[in-house]
């Protein structure tokens, strides 16, 4: 993979695009800038290399329409602070037009260093990656470096469409996911666990199915295990699962058994009468769920057993929490698990929007030696797919 350390930078202009879907209030506050402060390293490396910045991004989902509650301006103020310079936001509705081009006559003809283009989806164009806007977008640099993993599943005119006309190289952030979500598990060092959970089987079928053929080990929690509990013959009670998916989570497992590969499912679970925090919560053991029980996370035995198993493990991708996490009675699982994995000496990845919130709320965001910030793109990476952004920055 390209990237920028081997683009040339003294006296171009480089047109980045970066990810700046940042989440935002009413008010329009923007609530968590940890995209923007994660693009400071790339950001600080072209500055540093002797270029001008122009960056592009999209945010929310105005539907090819400007909207100006999702203007970028809010991230323009916000990266000022950070960069502690001048960015000049190009206020223009059309991205690329006339308020552009003249911005960026200034950015070129002053002291400033860093310009911020209007929300790259703020026209049709953008996601239907066509080829005109594409090289309308182009006139704004020498060089395109693309840093938006969480945008490099998308074909769209500013992800993919600019390496016809500019060319392309990664940021420091799309190197370290393509790095830890790729590379690393082409050939993880043994013993490879991957620990599975969340909500559904049918979201993590290829992502079982790809990495099943490297893993070691695999641990499943969260809902799913009561899917894969049931195809097995286990009574589940009313836990959430899909009638649909049973007979291919039955296949999955016997598909892992001929691999050789060591499958675990809980040998215990803790849950309710409902999907409550308040309703009592109780402990069985796999073989004696009540028919009015709702499994909501594995059991302490299932906890200890896969914690002693990361422990011993190399590489650990954990996907998917082991219980409903957001509830206080129902966190042990997925804590004591994403407790070991900061323990384990081995590489540790996280991937999944929810699995990466689980880990902050615990405090140990600072223990993994990779946390994905992309859900679809690092879901689609780790299922071993050929991701749009990535290809055109391979030669
Ligand atoms: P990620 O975003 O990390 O890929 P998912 O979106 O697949 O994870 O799943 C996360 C959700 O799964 C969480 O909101 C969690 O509450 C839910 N979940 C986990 N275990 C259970 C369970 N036993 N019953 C119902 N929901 C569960
Ligand atoms: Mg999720």
């Known amino acids: 993979m390209r990237t920028i350390k081997e683009a040339p930078l003294n ?25 923007i402060s994660s693009t400071l390293p790339t950001i600080e490396y072209i500055l540093n290399g002797g270029a001008k910045l122009v960056i592009c991004s999209h945010l929310g989902r105005p539907k090819g329409k400007p909207s100006p509650e999702f203007s970028l301006k809010a991230v323009a103020v916000a990266l000022e602070k950070m960069l502690g310079e001048k960015v000049i936001f190009s206020d223009d509705d059309t991205v690329v037009g006339e308020k552009a081009k003249s911005d960026f006559q200034l950015l070129k003809n002053s002291d400033a260093r860093v310009m911020l283009l209007q929300n790259t989806r703020f026209t049709p164009k953008e996601e239907e990656n066509d080829p005109a806007f594409a090289k309308q977008l182009s006139a704004f640099g020498d060089i395109f470096v693309l840093d938006a993993f969480g945008c490099a599943h998308r074909a769209h005119a500013s992800t993919v469409g600019l390496a016809d006309y500019l060319p392309a190289y990664g940021g420091f952030l799309i190197e370290k996911e393509v790095k830890f979500l790729k590379d690393a598990l082409e050939e993880p060092e043994s013993p490879f666990t991957v620990v599975m959970g969340g909500s559904k089987v049918s979201d993590k079928i290829t992502l079982i199915t790809n990495l099943m053929s490297k893993a070691d080990n695999i641990l499943i929690g969260g809902a799913m295990a009561q899917t894969f509990l049931k195809s097995r013959g286990y009574n589940v009670g009313i836990s959430k699962i899909e009638e649909d998916k049973l007979e291919l989570a039955g296949q999955i497992l016997e598909q892992a058994d001929e691999m050789g590969v060591n499958i675990y499912l809980p040998v215990d679970v803790t849950g309710s009468s409902a999907f409550s925090n308040e309703t009592p919560k109780a402990l069985y053991t796999i073989d004696a769920i009540p028919d009015d029980f709702m499994a909501l996370d594995i059991g302490e035995k299932t906890a200890q057993n896969y914690a002693k198993i990361i422990l011993k493990s190399k590489t650990v991708v954990f996907n998917g929490p082991m219980g409903v996490f957001e509830m206080a009675n129902y966190e042990q699982g997925t804590k004591k698990v994403i407790e070991a994995m900061a323990d384990c000496d081995g590489v540790t990845v996280i991937g999944g929007g929810d699995s990466a919130s689980a880990v902050a709320q615990f405090g140990y965001s600072d223990k993994m030696t990779h946390i994905s910030t992309g859900g679809g793109a690092s879901l689609e990476l780790l299922e071993g797919k050929v991701l749009p952004g990535v290809a055109i920055l391979e030669d």
């Open 11 to 35: 006296s171009k202009t480089v047109l980045l695009r970066a990810d700046y879907n940042v989440p935002l209030d009413d008010e329009g506050n923007i609530t968590d800038d940890l995209r």
